[in-house]
């Protein structure tokens, strides 16, 4: 796993078939595909409109911390969100969802191209939210730079996460699928630098000052995936027909962040981790084929994925079957809110628990 600046990617699925039967024709009827609204700020405006902290039930949990006594700040508050990913496949027949390929090493591929902007609206209101809940549970934060001036730190929130235009990138290897993902934090919220082998082992000095000190510094993180790849092909392919594995379907989830917790406690070293993988039954987007590798335009930040997938494969001569996935923004932000309320109240439950 790695942070680096990189390609934009986004999600949603619709579109069913009606058929109607006379006693000697059978009339097959299309309903229209109904229209993708964008991703943009002001589509999202209604969901973010909605008042924070309203009750919504906790994600499961395992782990537990110790945080009695404890003055608590929160270092980072990180959201994951899907953006591309591929998984090597088999093509049973010559044929991998309705494509067609010759005999040889295949990759089913996917990607989505978000709003860095629009996500960044509904983190910071998912930021909000957790406050709100921690508030309503009684559990109080102290000013992380206070703390930090006055303690020290141990894990130094350095690095940026995504804006518009520097977008930073998690990729993430979990078997043999990766993952994408855009890093993003509240607006003007810095993170813990991360390299291959995760947050690392931070300052041992200020590690072991905490406890005598009665200080405890929170890494919170979570992931949306926006995907779902199947390698076992007992998901239905949400496009093209059926053949070969793995499968692809857009599907929403709050998930475990790659090599992080829901809360990492820093001098402990104790972790919460999600429990269950929560994921919401309503339509947000669909996906259609479309060439991973295709033309880019020059001025997007992201470009340099653009042929990620083939060098993660190893292989240049890999076959891809590759699919766009395109969002409904009202619908992706109601969903996205949900879910990262689940997680925030899990979040306070757990803090609450602790003290």
């Given amino acids: 796993m790695k942070l680096r600046a990189a390609s934009i990617l986004a999600p949603w699925c619709l579109g069913l078939l009606v058929a109607g039967a006379s006693a000697q024709t059978m009339i097959t009827q299309t309903t229209p595909t109904p229209v993708l609204r964008s ?43 899907d953006l591309s990913g591929e998984l090597p496949a088999t093509a049973p027949g010559g044929v991998l969802l309705g494509t067609p390929l010759a005999p040889g090493p295949a990759l089913l591929a996917y990607r989505s191209r978000p709003d860095i902007g629009a996500l960044q609206a509904l983190t910071d209101r998912a930021w909000a939210d957790l406050q709100a809940r921690l508030a309503a549970t009684g559990v109080l934060l102290a000013d992380a730079k206070a703390v930090v001036a006055e303690h020290g730190a141990v894990y130094a929130t350095t690095d940026a996460a995504s804006m518009p235009a520097a977008p930073v990138v998690l990729e993430s290897k979990a078997g043999d699928t990766h993952r994408r993902y855009l890093v993003l934090a509240p607006t003007g ?33 979570m992931a949306i995936n926006l995907s779902a790849l ?47 993988a929560l994921v919401p039954a309503a339509e947000f987007g669909r996906l259609r084929p479309a060439p ?64």
């Fill in 39 to 81: 991703m943009s700020a002001i589509n999202i405006l209604a969901a973010l409109d909605r008042p924070v902290g309203q009750p919504v039930r906790a994600a499961r949990t395992s782990g537990t911390l110790d945080l009695k006594g404890k003055q608590l700040y929160i270092a980072e508050y990180l959201l994951l969100w």
């Fill in 189 to 221: 919220m810095r993170i813990v630098s991360r390299n291959a082998a995760g947050i690392g082992p931070g300052n041992l000095a200020v590690r072991l000052a905490y406890p005598a000190r009665g200080v405890e510094g929170l890494s919170l993180a």
């Fill in 230 to 276: 199947d390698a076992s092909g007992q998901r239905v392919p949400s496009f093209a027909s059926p053949g070969g594995l793995p499968t692809l379907s857009p599907l929403m989830e709050l998930a475990p962040a790659p090599s992080a917790a829901l809360v990492h406690a820093h001098a402990q070293q104790a972790l919460v981790n999600l429990g269950e």
């Fill in 292 to 355: 991973l590798d295709g033309p880019i335009p020059t001025n997007d930040p992201l470009s340099p994925l653009a042929s990620l997938g083939r060098r993660l494969a190893g292989d240049t001569t890999v076959q891809r079957v590759s699919a766009e996935l395109d969002v409904d923004g009202p619908t992706t932000a109601r969903l996205a809110l949900f879910v990262t309320s689940a997680a925030n109240q899990a979040i306070a439950d757990a803090l609450k628990a602790a003290q």
